[in-house]
């Protein structure tokens, strides 16, 4: 059965946060590299980082959603 609730797609805050912080260094190293498409390549990077970056301050589980859901599967 479909839900409206997004727990299968949310991740814990700090997983974004780490996530986001290597699309931004990769998004750096591409930009600062001597490719000929390094400019749209590292907006697309940079593009990930933030969107990345979002999810951890809008969709992030926290500790407590945590303990709520392993509460729920015992």
């Known amino acids: 059965m479909?839900?409206?609730n997004p727990t299968f797609a949310r991740f814990s805050r700090p997983t974004?946060?780490?996530v986001s912080a290597i699309w931004l260094v990769?998004?750096?190293l591409v930009l600062t590299g001597n490719d000929e498409n390094n400019l749209i390549t590292g907006l697309l990077w940079l593009a990930g980082?933030?969107?990345f970056a979002i999810s951890a301050l809008l969709l992030g589980k926290n500790a407590a959603d945590n303990a709520a859901d392993n509460e729920?599967?015992?």
């Open 2 to 4: 479909i839900s409206k």
């Open 49 to 51: 980082a933030a969107i």
């Open 72 to 74: 729920s599967t015992s």
């Open 16 to 18: 974004c946060w780490v």
């Open 26 to 28: 990769i998004a750096l």
